[in-house]
């Protein structure tokens, strides 16, 4: 800036611009609401279906396409969105895809806030909302009117594993769109759009970005990822026509996490089955859920999917009857280690209570009756975790 400008505009005009050739190891941050065209050749060229062609924040900056460009490559897809949390990246689709009239089917371990969203819809413009058992394929029965299918592997509470291949096939058969919660398998423990040797594929991911590439705990934020353009271009819309946008300071957050993602999962993975291993020789639960596990509904579709033998973060239990909800609240308020909170993936494991009597429709016949506690598990040692749950254990024996 020249020095005969007045100050105050001197203040506004920075002096200076980075150069082209600088590297740094994580990309540059671009924050915007405006951005600023160098013609009105810019202005005016661009199409709206030319993401890259930069126009405004809320239609992305380099640092959400780099963002965007990462998760899509991880989760084996072409095209993705952001969203400001998991359960936006849910909404979005939920309202891009399904109009008054249309039918959707949902697991009956379904991320409970997307079954709310659903059933409002339902509410609202008539959109009917089936239940599916998401380890029976044949429970999946849809109708003319069936418009989108959702899959959740595993379910984030109870953990069956889906049988995916049916599901996805039957879909196919019946034009049905299917979009997978990924939040779990957070790209690594499967590839959603080619998971079995014969290209079988979803439509749609989900992801709640929130959790493993996030990993502190701390930040907020969702994706849709899809390999068709079409759909994409259809999602776009109601993107941009929503004003869903992410903040450039959580993207670049989330994208410096992303470098160690892979290793946290592993790790949690690992930590989470030698819990497994020891929580099964306790006495107090009639059930031990976790996808690789032999007893866990759902384990022969984990095991033919995941052949990578990854099974995130999660184990839950379900205490014997004999252990009242008075109990339970003992137990979880004796943890130290483990915190009480909702989510999973970052660098503190943390305990939830839940009563599943509340959370199904269908009659199950997988799960043993009694309340329900899962670990995520974080970055911790494990023995530390296992005692932690030993001594929480001996407070109501
Ligand atoms: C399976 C699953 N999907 C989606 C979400 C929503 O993510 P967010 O918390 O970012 O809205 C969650 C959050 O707990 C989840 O567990």
Not at 137 to 166: M, R, Y
Not at 332 to 358: E, H, R, T
Request: hydrophobic share 40%.
């Amino acid at each position: 800036m020249t020095a005969h400008k007045k100050t105050q505009t001197q203040l506004i005009h920075a002096p200076r611009k980075a150069p082209q050739y600088i590297e740094t190891v994580q990309p540059p941050l671009f924050r915007a609401s405006t951005i600023i065209f160098k013609s009105t050749s810019h202005l005016f060229d661009r199409h709206w279906t030319d993401a890259y062609d930069y126009s405004y924040g809320t239609h992305g900056t380099p640092t959400t396409f780099t963002l965007a460009d990462n998760i899509a490559q991880i989760e084996g897809g072409t095209y993705c969105l952001l969203a400001p949390s998991g359960l936006s990246a849910i909404n979005l689709v939920n309202s891009a895809v399904l109009n008054s009239g249309d039918e959707v089917w949902v697991a009956d371990n379904i991320y409970g806030p997307n079954l709310e969203h659903l059933n409002n819809l339902q509410a609202r413009y008539g959109i009917q909302v089936k239940i599916y058992n998401p380890i029976d394929a044949h429970s999946f029965q849809p109708t003319e009117k069936a418009k989108l299918i959702w899959l959740e592997a595993a379910g984030s509470v109870t953990l069956e594993f889906p049988d995916l291949k049916n599901l996805v096939k039957k879909a196919q058969q019946t034009n049905v769109l299917t979009a997978l919660d990924n939040t779990w398998g957070a790209g690594l423990a499967f590839n959603a759009f080619d998971f079995s040797n014969k290209h079988l594929s979803v439509d749609i991911t989900v992801h709640a970005l929130t959790k493993y590439p996030s990993g502190g705990g701390d930040i907020l934020m969702g994706s849709v990822v899809t390999r068709d353009q079409q759909l994409h271009h259809k999602l776009y819309r109601m993107h941009a026509i929503q004003g869903i946008s992410v903040s450039g300071d959580d993207t670049a957050q989330i994208q410096r996490s992303l470098a160690h993602m892979s290793l946290r999962y592993d790790q949690q993975s690992k930590s989470a089955v030698t819990l497994l291993d020891w929580l099964q020789q306790q006495p107090h639960f009639s059930q031990v859920l976790h996808p690789s596990h032999a007893d866990s509904a759902g384990h022969s579709f984990w095991s033919e999917i995941c052949t990578t033998g990854k099974s995130a973060g999660l184990v839950s239990v379900i205490f014997k009857p004999e252990y009242d909800l008075a109990a339970i609240r003992k137990f979880c308020d004796s943890l130290s280690l483990f915190k009480l909170g909702f989510s999973w993936g970052g660098p503190i494991s943390l305990a939830m209570l839940y009563d599943l009597k509340k959370m199904r429709s269908l009659e199950n016949t997988h799960l043993q009756q009694g309340l329900l506690v899962r670990f995520c598990i974080g970055l911790e040692h494990p023995e530390d975790l296992i005692q932690d749950i030993q001594n929480a254990l001996k407070q109501i024996e």
